[in-house]
């Protein structure tokens, strides 16, 4: 099991999963008082909750936790256990006797693998909660259990992946840190080199989706979507949180093709609990590279699984040679 910490001030991150079923949730859960918060949502086929309250022109000004689950729509329920744990904390919008926290979410695909009944509830979305902390696991536990890449030629061709986390801290203080689960349709890529995808008959090489598609291959993708959380202490609006999961994006481009498919339901969350002054331009372009670093921290990171390799086993193989 590998960990992360993170140094974002005030944020913390819980994970807990079904290692038998293969699906998890992971929360991020921001400082008590609540974070501005954007979103943006990539693909055709997102699973959400909460995010229209994150346009600019909505009344509400603060979340108070993401969560990124596994389960398909099944997942959406892990939210209500996140809710319920903040409110017994006293987190949240103050309501009579009680709070009412903000609970945003998105899910992944993941019921090709392990059990397909299998998904996150309310009690493991309370237990990752409970969990949160500045310390954490990355690879096959938490939204990345049962994530997986490479899926063009479908399921049986796929590699395993997981969830990974990259950050950076500035001298003057901005930290910009992101976490993502990667669930792809597409390859992985560190510049043109392919770290994790869809591979041959016998598992021995990868078949270039990229190459695929330029030559017109038809199949149905599956269905995959990859989510992810930029956590930030910059002081940004909630249009400028938008804009910096927009441009957070670009960092699934350049580590994922193909990428943003009918098949994938991409989304970045973008959190600001907003203690430092920063341009938004170099909080984007930090979210961009941070997002890039954790899909590739997802990949390395990760474990065979429910019958499919991981990128692990590929090192271990060429260093046997």
């Given at each position: 099991?590998?960990?992360r910490?993170?140094?974002?001030p005030?944020?913390t991150?819980?994970?807990?999963?079904?290692?038998?079923?293969?699906t998890?949730?992971?929360?991020?859960?921001?400082?008590?008082?609540?974070?501005?918060?954007?979103?943006?949502?990539?693909?055709?086929?997102?699973g959400?909750?909460?995010?229209?309250?994150l346009?600019?022109?909505?009344?509400?000004?603060?979340?108070h936790?993401?969560?990124?689950?596994?389960?398909s729509?099944?997942?959406?329920?892990?939210?209500?256990g996140?809710?319920?744990?903040?409110?017994?904390?006293?987190?949240?919008f103050?309501?009579g006797?009680?709070?009412?926290?903000?609970?945003?979410?998105?899910?992944?695909?993941?019921?090709?693998?392990?059990?397909?009944?299998?998904?996150?509830?309310?009690?493991m979305?309370?237990?990752?909660?409970?969990?949160?902390?500045?310390?954490?696991?990355?690879?096959?536990?938490?939204a990345?259990t049962?994530?997986?890449?490479?899926?063009?030629?479908?399921?049986?061709?796929?590699?395993?992946?997981?969830?990974?986390y990259?950050?950076?801290?500035?001298?003057?203080?901005?930290?910009?840190?992101?976490?993502?689960?990667?669930?792809?349709?597409g390859?992985?890529?560190?510049?043109?080199?392919?770290?994790?995808?869809?591979?041959?008959?016998?598992?021995?090489?990868?078949?270039?989706?990229?190459?695929?598609?330029?030559?017109?291959?038809?199949?149905?993708?599956?269905?995959?979507?990859?989510?992810?959380?930029?956590?930030?202490?910059?002081?940004?609006?909630?249009?400028?949180?938008?804009?910096?999961?927009?441009m957070?994006?670009?960092?699934?481009?350049?580590?994922?093709?193909?990428?943003?498919?009918?098949?994938?339901?991409?989304?970045?969350?973008?959190?600001?609990?907003?203690?430092?002054?920063?341009?938004?331009?170099?909080?984007?372009?930090?979210?961009?590279?941070?997002?890039?670093?954790?899909?590739?921290?997802?990949?390395?990171?990760?474990e065979?699984?429910?019958?499919?390799?991981?990128?692990s086993?590929?090192?271990k193989?060429?260093?046997?040679?």
């Amino acid at each position: 099991m590998e960990y992360r910490k993170t140094h974002v001030p005030g944020f913390t991150i819980g994970t807990a999963e079904d290692r038998e079923g293969l699906t998890g949730v992971t929360v991020i859960l921001a400082p008590k008082d609540g974070a501005s918060a954007g979103v943006d949502v990539r693909g055709c086929a997102p699973g959400t909750r909460e995010t229209d309250l994150l346009s600019p022109e909505k009344t509400v000004q603060k979340i108070h936790a993401v969560v990124l689950s596994g389960g398909s729509a099944f997942g959406l329920e892990a939210d209500s256990g996140v809710m319920n744990y903040l409110a017994k904390q006293g987190a949240g919008f103050p309501v009579g006797d009680i709070t009412v926290p903000i609970v945003c979410g998105a899910v992944l695909f993941d019921l090709s693998i392990g059990s397909s009944h299998a998904h996150p509830d309310i009690q493991m979305g309370h237990l990752a909660a409970s969990r949160a902390s500045d310390t954490f696991p990355v690879g096959c536990y938490g939204a990345g259990t049962g994530a997986s890449v490479g899926k063009l030629r479908g399921f049986a061709h796929a590699m395993k992946s997981g969830a990974g986390y990259a950050e950076f801290g500035l001298p003057g203080g901005l930290y910009v840190g992101a976490y993502m689960a990667v669930n792809a349709c597409g390859e992985i890529y560190e510049g043109d080199h392919i770290l994790a995808g869809a591979l041959s008959d016998d598992d021995s090489h990868f078949i270039s989706s990229h190459e695929l598609m330029m030559k017109g291959f038809q199949r149905h993708m599956g269905t995959n979507t990859s989510i992810g959380c930029v956590m930030t202490n910059a002081r940004l609006t909630k249009a400028e949180c938008k804009a910096v999961s927009g441009m957070a994006h670009d960092g699934y481009a350049r580590a994922i093709r193909p990428v943003h498919t009918t098949m994938d339901g991409d989304t970045v969350f973008t959190m600001a609990s907003g203690e430092v002054e920063a341009p938004v331009d170099t909080v984007g372009y930090l979210a961009e590279e941070a997002i890039r670093l954790a899909i590739l921290d997802a990949v390395r990171s990760a474990e065979s699984m429910g019958g499919r390799p991981a990128f692990s086993d590929r090192v271990k193989k060429l260093s046997e040679k």
